[in-house]
């Protein structure tokens, strides 16, 4: 059995993918797809592609947009049926499953089951849900509804820009390929997001959102191969010294991924990561600019005196308290905790 493993592997890589197995075992994770720091950069630089008549009442709530951009992967951990709207395991589906999927909810339930669909990932379709849940806040005028569907809206569509958010091998396809998940949604950009150039346009309208969801997604599974075959390669050619540092967060010292090895793996994606990112922005304004057209463009300055209601602030402390107490739910999340 080994030496038939020995004839299959060569030996210095059998011996590196053994050792990378061990070291990647003890990398810390970190919360959420993008990672906390990226979802409220998205939902941040989002706002300032809005049009003038939007600008304003989103630049006054900004803090609380930003803050809250988290609030999915808190509920992914505290509440039952949050986790299968952050992703869907399109390669589940076959060969060639944007070919045989329905994009449509009710067909796609016929042909697969809705407990299928569930158990996979529903990321699409809830992105035209919550393209409806904004829709109808801003036609109440309700600025609680407004402000925490457009903060929830933002993370979920950053989720369809992430590749491993779209397959059943969302840690890696091998053992040793344990923590890509964190290093391409978190310690990259927070590592090289400071450097990135930011200036995208404008907002603009979307009249297929279903359609543009999907095809997010499809292009995003379209690059997940390529995120691990080139984070396969890195790791088989390149000494653990390279690739990892020890480094202190607190009052705790782990093995991280370096900032060398991160800008290699970047440049090697040809900016994979920085183009997600931009990606990810833009279809955040567009979509909540999408939404308030939908609505019929009221009046935002008309709500700018309203505040955020005792009754929602106290929802966000029972979510809080949830996220930091309860048992975690849904399938095992490869980020735990920021």
Not at 319 to 325: G, S, T, V
């Amino acid at each position: 059995m080994v030496t038939g493993l020995l004839m299959l592997f060569p030996m210095n890589k059998l011996f590196k993918s053994i050792s990378l197995v061990v070291c990647l075992a003890f990398l810390p994770s970190v919360a959420g797809a993008w990672g906390f720091y990226c979802h409220r950069l998205i939902n941040k630089h989002a706002i300032f592609l809005l049009p003038p008549e939007m600008v304003g009442f989103y630049k006054k709530h900004m803090d609380y947009i930003v803050q809250h951009a988290v609030d999915p992967d808190k509920r992914s951990h505290a509440v039952d049926g949050e986790a299968e709207k952050h992703y869907i395991d399109i390669d589940y589906y076959g060969d060639k499953p944007f070919e045989v999927m329905p994009r449509q909810w009710k067909k796609a339930c016929e042909k697969y089951t809705e407990d299928t669909l569930k158990e996979y990932g529903i990321l699409p379709w809830n992105i035209e849900w919550m393209m409806y849940r904004l829709t109808d806040a801003f036609k109440e005028g309700d600025v609680d509804k407004i402000i925490n569907a457009s903060a929830n809206f933002g993370h979920y569509i950053g989720d369809c820009n992430v590749p491993l958010h779209t397959t059943q091998y969302y840690d890696g396809r091998k053992p040793y390929q344990k923590g890509v998940h964190a290093l391409w949604e978190t310690r990259i950009p927070e590592l090289l997001a400071e450097n990135f150039d930011f200036f995208i346009g404008r907002a603009g309208y979307i009249s297929k959102p279903l359609d543009k969801a999907w095809d997010l997604v499809e292009f995003s599974h379209s690059e997940m191969d390529s995120v691990l075959n080139i984070f396969d390669s890195l790791l088989l050619n390149y000494d653990q010294s390279s690739i990892f540092v020890m480094e202190e967060r607190g009052s705790v010292v782990s093995k991280q991924y370096s900032l060398v090895f991160c800008k290699l793996m970047e440049k090697e994606m040809q900016r994979m990561v920085y183009r997600k990112l931009v990606s990810s922005i833009y279809y955040v304004a567009s979509f909540w600019y999408t939404a308030w057209v939908n609505a019929g463009q009221p009046d935002l300055d008309k709500m700018m005196d309203k505040e955020i209601s005792k009754e929602q602030q106290k929802e966000n402390d029972e979510l809080e308290y949830l996220w930091k107490n309860g048992k975690p739910k849904g399938r095992p999340n490869p980020e735990d905790e920021e």
